[in-house]
Nanobody
């Protein structure tokens, strides 16, 4: 497993932008991603990126969010634009083990960050 530490969350008005960062300790060149969980809801995959650079986005964030990774800096990013109140949630950085080619669902993840809160007001 790797250690993951998120940063960059905060409060923003609808239409605004935030960039989340996830510092990775340990080796992780495999599938990584961002999940979110709102109160009373299940944790859902928002965006993931494989070791080869293939990306996945939930339909609700396509065209607004961009996931990227800088392997030299051991950092995963999530650029969030045109934020909506329904994007309000705790956002978690996640990493999957080497045998998982995709990691857009929580059960494929074996390392989680502590989470960073994103709040979007209308």
């Amino acid at each position: 497993q790797v250690q993951l530490v998120e940063s960059g969350g905060g409060s923003v008005q609808a239409g605004g932008s935030l960039r989340l960062s996830c510092a990775v300790s340990g080796y992780s060149r495999y599938c990584m991603g961002w999940f979110r969980q709102a109160p009373g809801k299940e944790r859902e995959g928002v965006a993931t990126i494989t070791g080869g650079g293939s990306t996945y986005y939930a339909d609700s964030v396509k065209g607004r969010f961009t996931i990227s990774r800088d392997n030299a800096k051991n950092t995963l990013y999530l650029q969030m634009n045109s934020l909506k109140p329904e994007d309000t949630a705790m956002y978690y950085c996640a990493a999957a083990p080497p045998w998982e080619a995709q990691c857009s669902v929580a059960y494929k993840v074996n390392s989680w960050g502590q989470g960073t809160q994103v709040t979007v007001s209308s």
